[in-house]
């Protein structure tokens, strides 16, 4: 009886202990942003009084409404959107593609295509070589650009292979007895069945590209086609808001450093918002591959 209360102590200090230390844990991962989302809704006239503010006394939207009367903004905002929708769309179906071909066993060069897929994960081009082949396919400058050469990579396409390979080969027979080809079993069959694969692997791609940044840097001369990230880059190393040629509105502007909070919530909150949306099959396709049955 007693080695019972002893143990029972030591799981209550135990589990006391894990929920401070995560507590402590989860105030120091919220609290940037916590205090980001503060400063953005902060009024003017008050951040300028106080310069720490933790819950203003008043509220005001005037950075946001500063940010999106700026052409400049809203345009790059437009440009991350359409990399993360257009870009997400197209690398969901190449991937799913060659992950599909690549798990049918009667496919010819099947090993030899597999081996250069691991390659690519094994051995990286480069930053000049992958710029030399962006040059050649005439891509400097173009949106695409961000797109065409991240269509697929080889961990997503040897994880939703093994995802494939779990849905059983009766059903490929099935639709080939019934008349149906490849691209009709592919699309009428396999990808229905693939929805929490396609939601986990949509979730990283739509953050991918929503972040996209180093590449865009490369790739892109004209400011016009700059993605969300790099004009929140610009504006986060300026030292004032009339530093950046993207404010060309005749409002008096709220101090740069509410717009820059201002704008990393802009650059964070979509992402936060897709998730929950897409929680229920990402929890079951985050385990895509693992287990075989």
């Avoid at 992950?99 to 250069?116: D, E």
């Amino acid at each position: 009886m007693k080695v019972y209360r002893h143990t029972a102590l030591s799981d209550r200090l135990f589990q006391g202990f894990n929920v401070a230390m995560l507590g402590l844990l989860a105030l120091v991962t919220c609290f940037p942003f916590y205090y980001v989302l503060i400063v953005s809704l902060t009024d003017p006239a008050e951040f300028l009084q106080k310069k720490w503010v933790l819950f203003p006394d008043q509220w005001s939207v005037e950075s946001y409404r500063y940010l999106l009367s700026a052409k400049a903004f809203v345009r790059s905002v437009g440009n991350s959107a359409f990399l993360a929708s257009v870009g997400t769309a197209c690398s969901l179906v190449v991937t799913s593609a060659l992950a599909y071909a690549l798990s049918r066993r009667r496919m010819r060069g099947r090993r030899v295509i597999l081996l250069l897929v691991l390659l690519t994960i094994l051995f990286s081009p480069g930053i000049i070589p992958a710029y030399m082949l962006v040059r050649q396919l005439g891509l400097i400058n173009s949106i695409w650009s961000l797109i065409i050469p991240a269509l697929a990579n080889g961990w997503s396409v040897l994880l939703m292979k093994a995802f494939f390979d779990s849905i059983p080969a009766e059903l490929d027979e099935s639709a080939s007895m019934d008349g149906s080809n490849e691209l009709r079993t592919w699309i009428s069959i396999i990808l229905p069945l693939s929805l929490p694969a396609l939601a986990a692997f949509g979730l990283f791609y739509a953050v991918g590209y929503w972040n996209q940044f180093f590449s865009a840097l490369i790739y892109l001369n004209d400011s016009v086609k700059w993605p969300i990230q790099v004009l929140l880059q610009n504006m986060l190393i300026s030292a004032s808001n009339t530093d950046l040629e993207a404010f060309d509105v005749s409002t008096q502007p709220p101090p740069s450093e509410m717009l820059k909070m201002a704008a990393v919530m802009v650059a964070t909150v979509p992402i936060v918002i897709v998730y929950p949306f897409l929680q229920k099959h990402f929890a079951k396709g985050a385990m895509v591959g693992s287990v075989k049955g």
